[in-house]
């Protein structure tokens, strides 16, 4: 994830387990240990702190920016996957627990069922939603009142999504497709584009008008244009091996790609892909 605040990219590290904090070129600035291996991580905010879901300990483990100072760890449910921040509210899935934690002031205020095996997790303005993966469907609920605004099927194998606006963008890693789902006035899927080769990850530029995607099955990562009713693909480039992990920096355009096979990270710029 990076944050335009700090200018800090934060990645996920296993074996030892923790994150790393980087700066803009990639160089080291801190490691921070934990007692879990983390999954997806998410901002609460500019300027942090990072949502750590250390699914190896079951706890959402807050990192503050940018002195890498760990503020808050809150047990959740079991294998926590990916974490949104809504206002005071942080909303953790839960991948083999099927709930979604709700996280308030330091402590799990409420839990509430989700599809499947939980994956991804986003926000749309006041809305949430959480993939099931196993399941096959996105949940979207309001953020206040936990009240489900309405689930859709999404695909062959979702496994993550983005918000974005009014829309929320869902990989179906199997279904070899990117999902435009419609939050208001109802849920419902209103676009699907091909995508061939395992999308995984996703980033959104919202000063371009940009989503990223990795794809994990070819190696490569594409960029999609979203100012219009449909994503138009503008780019697509080779990348570092099994690009789990992708996050944009909006002021400069810069992509940067986790590479999980050999546990290295690639910078790619707007002068890069021409």
């Given at each position: 994830v990076f944050d335009g605040t700090t200018g800090l990219v934060v990645i996920g590290l296993r074996s030892p387990d923790g994150v790393v904090l980087v700066d803009r070129d990639g160089q080291l600035v801190r490691r921070v240990d934990l007692d879990g291996a983390p999954r997806h991580l998410a901002l609460a905010g500019p300027g942090g702190p990072v949502l750590v879901p250390a699914e190896g300990s079951d706890q959402l483990v807050t990192v503050a920016l940018p002195d890498g100072r760990i503020e808050s760890v809150v047990p959740v449910g079991r294998n926590p996957h990916d974490a949104v921040a809504v206002g005071r509210r942080v909303y953790v899935g839960n991948e083999f627990?099927?709930?979604?934690?709700?996280?308030?002031?330091?402590?799990?205020?409420?839990?509430?069922?989700?599809?499947?095996?939980?994956?991804?997790?986003?926000?749309?303005?006041?809305?949430?939603?959480?993939?099931?993966?196993?399941?096959?469907?996105?949940?979207?609920?309001?953020?206040?009142?936990?009240?489900?605004?309405?689930?859709?099927?999404?695909?062959?194998?979702?496994?993550?999504?983005?918000?974005?606006?009014?829309?929320?963008?869902?990989?179906?890693?199997?279904?070899?497709?990117?999902?435009?789902?419609?939050?208001?006035?109802?849920?419902?899927?209103?676009?699907?584009?091909?995508?061939?080769?395992?999308?995984?990850?996703?980033?959104?530029?919202?000063?371009?008008?940009?989503?990223?995607?990795?794809?994990?099955?070819?190696?490569?990562?594409?960029?999609?244009?979203?100012?219009?009713?449909?994503?138009?693909?503008?780019?697509?480039?080779?990348?570092?091996?099994?690009?789990?992990s992708i996050a944009v920096d909006p002021e400069s355009g810069t992509i940067y790609v986790a590479g999980t096979a050999d546990g290295v990270l690639q910078i790619v710029t707007p002068d890069d892909l021409g």
């Open positions: 627990a099927d709930s979604v934690s709700v996280v308030d002031d330091g402590k799990v205020v409420d839990e509430i069922p989700a599809p499947v095996q939980p994956g991804g997790i986003g926000a749309s303005g006041d809305a949430v939603a959480v993939v099931g993966v196993r399941g096959r469907q996105t949940k979207v609920f309001d953020a206040a009142s936990l009240d489900e605004l309405g689930t859709v099927v999404t695909g062959a194998g979702p496994t993550h999504l983005v918000g974005d606006q009014d829309r929320l963008f869902v990989a179906d890693t199997n279904g070899d497709a990117v999902l435009v789902l419609s939050v208001a006035p109802e849920v419902g899927e209103i676009a699907r584009v091909e995508a061939p080769g395992a999308p995984y990850g996703m980033a959104v530029d919202p000063v371009r008008r940009q989503l990223w995607i990795t794809l994990t099955a070819t190696n490569r990562v594409v960029g999609f244009d979203i100012s219009g009713a449909e994503p138009r693909p503008v780019a697509d480039f080779a990348s570092v091996r099994q690009p789990n």
